[in-house]
């Protein structure tokens, strides 16, 4: 079964500090991984897409990996802000091409602390 | 640009009334799709369309009907409300079905 597992569920930092959210997944076969930050009563937002032959990918703070191997993601974000306080949902899409195959993880909230 | 927008942004229906759900993008994407998110578990697909006039369902269907006759709009209806449709709704566009979704701000909806 195409899964997407997310840890952890939740993640209090202090503000300045760096942090590693995980995405493991089990879709197959894989077109992409994405990495979405959904701010509270908003919509998510795009921060990546990685395809397979992509290992690391970076957007401000944020820096994605893949390892297609071991079927896990992580996203770091570095230098933490209050703004980063958030749900980052890691999707995987199957290949296919419909938004059918999209597998959504529950997402990880994080909290940054002044 | 607006992006995709959605209306309204809440809700309070009784069980057993109908209502639609409006959603709009003006990027002109093929792809189109609307979402539940309920706590504990993440969002899941009611139903999409890859283009106008082509619909499918996604993993929880049931309680809801679309349509697609524009490439701009993808309305969501509840045929007749019940408390388990009590969500947040979102609705998202995309160029292709592997491309980025661009997310509306999303319906809050509870049935009494």
């Known amino acids: 079964k195409n899964q997407v597992e997310q840890s952890p569920q939740s993640l209090i930092i202090l503000e300045g500090k760096n942090c590693t959210l995980q995405c493991n997944y089990t879709v197959s076969p894989f077109s992409n991984l994405r990495w979405y930050k959904q701010d509270t009563g908003r919509g998510p937002v795009s921060l990546t897409i990685?395809?397979?032959?992509?290992n690391t990918k970076s957007n401000g703070r944020y820096t994605a990996t893949l390892d297609a191997d071991t079927k896990q993601s992580s996203l770091h974000i570095t230098a933490s802000q209050l703004s980063d306080s958030a749900s980052y949902i890691c999707v995987v899409s199957a290949r296919g091409g419909s938004q059918g195959n999209l597998i959504f993880g529950k997402g990880t909230k994080l909290s940054v602390k002044p | 640009n607006a992006g995709v927008t959605q209306t309204p942004k809440f809700q309070v229906l009784k069980t057993g009334q109908s209502m639609t759900l409006q959603c709009a993008q003006d990027m002109n994407h093929e792809y189109m799709s609307w979402y539940r998110q309920d706590p504990g578990m993440g969002l899941r697909l009611i139903h999409y369309?890859?283009?106008?006039?082509?619909?499918d369902q996604g993993e929880v269907p049931n309680g809801y009907n679309v349509s697609r006759s524009t490439t701009e709009d993808f309305p969501l209806r509840l045929l007749s409300a019940a408390p388990s449709q009590t969500s947040v709704y979102f609705c998202?566009?995309?160029?292709?079905?592997?491309?980025?979704?661009?997310f509306g701000p999303g319906t809050r909806l509870t049935v009494t």
């Open positions: 998202a566009s995309s160029r292709g079905g592997a491309g980025e979704q661009y």
């Open positions: 369309s890859v283009g106008a006039g082509i619909t």
């Open positions: 990685m395809t397979f032959s992509e």
